[in-house]
């Protein structure tokens, strides 16, 4: 007991002498590298491009919070990460918010490490990773260095700046540095893990949970606002606030593979109805991204890692109970013995039928119509089976006479029947909460079930025949035919598990309210193939679209030209400029560079050489406006040596897709060495504004729709009725600040499109072998290894599944913020350990 007690507090060990100075001098060493950190954190924000002063207030508090709370940032980090990246209001790409908070997190745990007094007795002692597994973080981290300065080199030389895109040096630090911010955290996990034992993980999957939720909540806002919250035809997929799909991509594709399993692991584990009602929400908002990202790769990722972290848990589960114990047998009551999947598959079985067979006739309002009745049903069967005849006869009777009057009363007007059918829904819940509430008062004794239970049946019954006359009413006599068979279907199962002398399915309200939260995520997967025609058309073409896929993984191949470029890679970042340079010369995208001549700073536009089949295939660089209120002109300053297009907007925009505009497309007329003054006004529709609950964003933009054609631009001023100026910047003298760039429908030449092809022309054979083996240890690890009865373990093996699934298809890995949580996931399957408690110095003594 004296070598564990010594190993935790050096200062009480035999050798006090020599101990005392070495732990002192870990604290210099950690309170330097906390200053080093914090002086990096206040040369980023100094150089924030919107209000740097009030950015570095922001980023002191943040410090100052992390060292009074120094694990907060379990739950900080991942709950800000989705929401945090404001690159198309600022015109910062190479840097971003995540860093600031990264950076803040750092500064405040590693200075509370440091701090002398603020050494506490650890709860838990975290054992040490295997060697193995730091040296592949180690050489993977020498990987990334090297992939790094190879990209420098490959753009010509390192140059700093901090507005630079991705064809410049800088883009290879800005895809690098996600992989250290992550290796940067790592200690400071290791840290929770010892202060809180296995409330740390728990924190870091409420933060999880948390981001997921939020990132989910913007793609709501998002839909809303620019389509409507059930519009699946439009060809419009969320990116929610992931600005870094301005250039197309998976970004949120990725999180969603990446992140739903934590959540999934929650419902597991989840002991609170509080808690357990809050996971079932995160999950009911992100199965609705999942639905509007139109994504192939989506539809198959998650439902995959889904069910590993579903294996997984049932496996720990038994295994835990294997080895006994209360706290096992209490884990495993949460889980597996209560799923009853068999039971839930059948019913999600049939309702998916139900769904397939009346959606066609009777849409939306019919499915709708569907779940209500699920609804009530599952709660009712219970009831049922405390029924004597007379409560039957009861029931029936006033079943009919309910049903007789509702269908009366949709006889009155158009909407009659939405109004009755959502009253007697209403009416029904209400009563089989008070019969339930009755049943549960007088546990254990047979109790007369009342009138609020018989009436609960007749409240039923007319749900029923709502739900027809709903389905009547939307698809007139086809979609009441199609709905008859389903209707009876759902009477018939109801009165057989009513009847049945024992439960069909699980009474427990948890156990129905996530069969329920299971067939509303089936009825949208079915509602999204059958009555949106863009996902339709989307699965119609994956057999062109894997071609292309293949054609254009073999073009990035085929890019790695160089002698050591397999070896090595090309260079972290340097894809696009690579493809740029050498790829399809029909699929050249558009650029953009910032020039000086005379001390004065101008943007030069060139329109790139794909073949144009409307207005998303131009590159835009645009700055976001508040929506002005009447006509508007753009008054410029360009310079040509060739006639050429110049096309202005200003949209209704958040990222990649226009909704309303106000417009002009002219001619500039050739004027080699010299500068025209322009005043274009725009003109269109006035912009359609939007609901206070889900504004719209506004952005100006300009572009060149000339192939091949160079525009000099200068002093650009969009004016309003009133002539005030609307632009920040506008004649360049802060570079880029505040301007942005997109991409809108030509996306190929920015991706190779997928993750190891990805790994491979970054950092080479090399660098894709490293990739790999961590990903296979931290799998092996979690499903099969040393931490696979880890709390964390299911979301972990999950997570990896689905995040490499996704990247089968895409990148993932450019993209800073999702690389930066992908990596943090990855380090922790290969590092995490089964915490064992450390026993205080007075239970040593005993």
């Known amino acids: 007991m004296r070598s564990t007690e010594s190993a935790l507090h050096p200062s ?18 950690v309170g330097l590298w906390a200053l080093v950190l ?15 002063w009030v950015a570095s207030l922001v980023f002191v508090a943040c410090c100052v919070a992390f060292f009074v709370w120094p694990d ?63 040296l592949l973080l180690l050489l993977f981290a020498a990987s990334t260095l ?117 959540v999934l692991r929650e419902l597991f584990v989840a002991r609170s109805h509080r808690r357990w009602a809050a996971v079932v929400a995160c999950l009911g908002l992100a199965g609705y991204a999942c639905l509007t990202t139109f994504s192939r790769g989506v539809y198959l990722a998650v439902p995959v890692g889904l069910a590993v972290t579903v294996a997984l848990c049932l496996l720990s589960a038994r295994r835990q109970l294997r080895r006994g114990g209360p706290t096992a047998a209490a884990d495993v009551a949460v889980t597996a013995p209560k799923l009853s999947l068999g039971a839930g598959a059948v019913l999600l079985v049939l309702f998916g039928g139900a769904v397939l067979w009346t959606f066609p006739s009777s849409g939306y309002r019919g499915l709708l119509a569907l779940l209500g009745a699920a609804a009530v049903a599952m709660p009712l069967a219970g009831v049922l089976r405390r029924f004597k005849a007379m409560d039957w006869m009861v029931g029936l009777v006033a079943g009919v006479l309910l049903s007789l009057a509702l269908w009366a009363g949709a006889m009155l007007g158009s909407k009659a029947s939405y109004l009755g059918y959502g009253a007697c829904l209403l009416l029904t819940l209400a009563l089989l909460f008070a019969s339930l509430t ?45 709905m008859l068979p389903v209707l009876v279907g759902f009477m018939l199962l109801t009165l057989v598990a009513g009847a049945s002398p024992k439960a069909v399915w699980p009474t427990s309200t948890r156990w129905q309210a996530t069969s329920w939260a299971g067939m ?8 999204i193939f059958g009555g949106g025609a863009y996902m339709s058309e989307r699965f119609s073409t994956t057999s062109s679209d894997m071609d292309t896929r293949v054609s254009h993984w073999t073009q990035g191949w085929n890019m790695l030209s160089a002698p050591l470029d397999p070896v090595l890679g090309k260079g972290m970042g340097r894809y696009p400029a690579s ?39 131009i590159l835009r660089v645009s700055q976001r406006i508040r929506a002005p209120e009447g006509p508007v002109t753009v008054a410029l300053r360009v310079r040509t040596a060739n006639e050429l297009g110049l096309h202005l907007e200003v949209c209704e925009k958040h990222l ?54 160079l525009l000099d631009v200068d002093n650009i001023q969009l004016l309003g009725p009133d002539g005030r100026q609307l632009l920040d910047n506008g004649d360049f003298s802060a570079d880029m600040q505040r301007w942005f760039f997109s991409s809108d429908r030509n996306h190929l030449p920015w991706h190779i499109k997928n993750v190891f092809m990805n790994v491979l022309f970054d950092q080479g054979g090399v660098g894709l072998l490293l990739f790999s083996a961590m990903l296979l240890a931290a799998l092996w690890r979690v499903t099969m290894g040393s931490a696979k009865d880890h709390p964390l373990a299911p979301g972990i093996g999950g997570g990896l599944v689905g995040f490499v699934l996704v990247g089968l298809f895409d990148s993932l890995v450019d993209v800073p913020r999702l690389a930066f949580v992908f990596y943090v996931v990855l380090l922790l399957g290969l590092t995490v350990r089964q915490a064992t408690v450390a026993r205080s110095a007075s239970s040593g003594r005993r």
């Open 12 to 29: 009480r060990s035999g050798s006090r002498s020599h101990a005392k100075p070495h732990g002192a001098g870990i604290r210099w060493s």
């Open 38 to 52: 914090a002086a990096l954190g206040v040369f980023l924000v100094l150089h924030y491009p919107v209000a740097p």
């Open 72 to 134: 907060s940032w379990l739950i900080a980090v991942p709950l800000l990460l989705p929401l945090i990246g404001f690159a198309p209001w600022t015109g910062w790409i190479t840097f971003e918010e995540l860093d600031l908070l990264v950076l803040a997190a750092a500064v405040g745990g590693y200075a509370r490490l440091a701090w002398p007094s603020a050494q506490a007795v650890p709860v838990a002692r975290q054992p040490r990773s295997s060697a193995g597994a730091w």
């Open 146 to 262: 090297v992939a790094m300065a190879r990209g420098f080199a490959d753009a010509g030389g390192f140059s700093f700046g901090w507005f630079q895109g991705y064809h410049e040096p800088m883009n290879s630090l800005r895809l690098a540095k996600s992989f250290f911010l992550a290796l940067l955290v790592m200690p400071l996990w290791r840290a929770a893990v010892v202060r809180r034992g296995a409330q740390a993980p728990t924190w870091l999957a409420m933060g999880l949970m948390l981001g997921l939720a939020g990132a989910s909540l913007a793609t709501v806002w998002e839909r809303m606002a620019f389509v409507g919250l059930f519009n699946f035809s439009t060809d419009y997929r969320t990116t929610g606030l992931f600005w870094e799909m301005h250039v197309g991509g998976a970004a949120l594709d990725g999180f969603l593979a990446l992140l739903m399993p934590f």
């Open 438 to 482: 009755t049943a549960v008062a007088v546990p254990g004794k047979r109790v007369r079930v009342g009138l609020a239970a018989q009436l609960a049946l007749a409240g039923f019954m007319a749900v029923l025949v709502g739900a027809g006359l709903v389905a009547e009413h939307w698809g007139y006599a086809r979609g009441g035919d199609a």
């Open 520 to 527: 509303a995520m089936l009825g949208g997967i079915v509602s």
């Open 579 to 617: 493809y740029y340079l050498t790829g399809a010369s029909t699929e050249h995208p558009g650029d953009y560079r910032l020039k000086s001549q005379n001390g004065n700073t101008y943007l030069v536009l060139g329109g790139g050489k794909q073949q144009y089949m409307g207005w998303g295939e």
């Open 656 to 709: 990649l897709y226009n909704g309303g505009c106000i417009l002009a497309s002219t001619v500039v007329k050739p004027m080699p060495g010299v500068w025209q003054d322009m005043r274009v006004p725009l003109a269109g529709n006035d912009l359609g504004g939007s609901n206070w609950f889900a504004p719209r964003l506004v952005a100006f933009s300009i572009a060149t729709d000339t192939a091949l054609g």
